[in-house]
């Protein structure tokens, strides 16, 4: 019965803006650490940011550290995606996902049991 959904991606140029969502449901979203994972074509997945709703800890991938900036809303049950000054290598589809069993942030793929089906993100010139 647990399910996310991402929704928000589209084009836009480099230098520029989105703002992913992601929508649970079946779950309280405070229970489980959630995180965002992206993956370009041809390439393996790669973990982008995590947050637990326990206790507000966030982390990010070096590569987006300093421009992109995740965000939860337990009475919503929304965890949201900023991402700013976007480059070509941004590039990719953005997954939502929720941990097993843990409320914690974790980076490691192996943790996390429900996926949403992905939004694309394209930064193009």
């Known amino acids: 019965q647990a399910r996310v959904a991402e929704s928000g991606g589209g084009l836009v140029a480099p230098g520029g803006s989105l703002r992913l969502s992601c929508a649970a449901s079946?779950?309280?979203?405070?229970?489980?650490?959630m995180s965002w994972f992206r993956q370009a074509p041809g390439k393996e997945r790669e973990w982008v940011s995590c947050i637990s709703m326990t206790d507000g800890t966030t982390h990010y991938a070096d590569s987006v550290k300093g421009r992109f900036t995740i965000s939860g809303d337990n009475a919503k049950n929304t965890v949201d995606l900023q991402m700013n000054d976007l480059e070509p290598e941004d590039t990719a589809v953005y997954y939502c996902?929720?941990?097993?069993?843990?409320?914690?942030?974790?980076?490691?793929?192996?943790?996390?049991?429900?996926w949403g089906q992905g939004t694309q993100v394209t930064v193009s010139s």
């Open positions: 079946g779950f309280t979203l405070n229970y489980y650490g």
């Open positions: 996902a929720r941990n097993r069993g843990s409320r914690w942030c974790s980076e490691y793929e192996r943790e996390y049991g429900y």
